[in-house]
Each structure stands twice: as structure tokens, then as C-alpha cells.
């Protein structure tokens, strides 16, 4: 089962989908557009570990993590 975690100000929320059903893989990516589309950044974690920065959805990514976009001050 893949995670995608969206990190924001409340802590984090995870969504969990199955890539092999069609409508879930379908959410997922909408999802991935929206949030990445509103100024989050987008990161694939793999088994051991790294995290790299993706600037598109990847359907067999295990776990996705989004960041909102720092302001600084």
C-alpha cells in the first residue's frame, strides 16, 4: 500500500491508496497535482531511505512526502 503524507501546520495527514486499483491510483495523482500546483514540494522516500525532490507523480513511489512552501521572514 503507498502513503502519500502531507505535512502543514497541523502536523501531518497520510492517505493510503492501492496503485493496482485504477480509481485509487486516479485520486492519488489528483491529489499529487493539487497540492503540488498550490506551492508544495514533492518528495519520493525510498526502502533505504533518501529522500529525492520529484516534480511528477510517480505511481510505483512507495512514499511521498509533501512540503508546504517555507516564507521566510
Not at 505535512?7 to 497535482?33: I, Q, S, V
Request: charged share 25%; proline share 3%.
Amino acid at each position: 500500500m503507498a502513503t502519500q503524507i502531507v505535512m502543514d501546520h497541523t502536523g501531518d495527514t497520510r492517505h493510503h491508496f492501492d496503485a493496482t486499483d485504477t480509481k485509487n491510483l486516479l485520486k492519488a495523482e489528483e491529489r499529487f497535482k493539487k497540492l503540488t500546483g498550490s506551492g508544495f514540494t514533492a518528495a519520493v522516500r525510498d526502502a533505504s531511505g533518501k529522500v529525492t525532490v520529484t516534480r511528477a507523480f510517480d505511481p510505483n513511489a512507495e512514499e511521498t512526502l509533501f512540503f508546504p512552501r517555507l516564507v521566510g521572514g
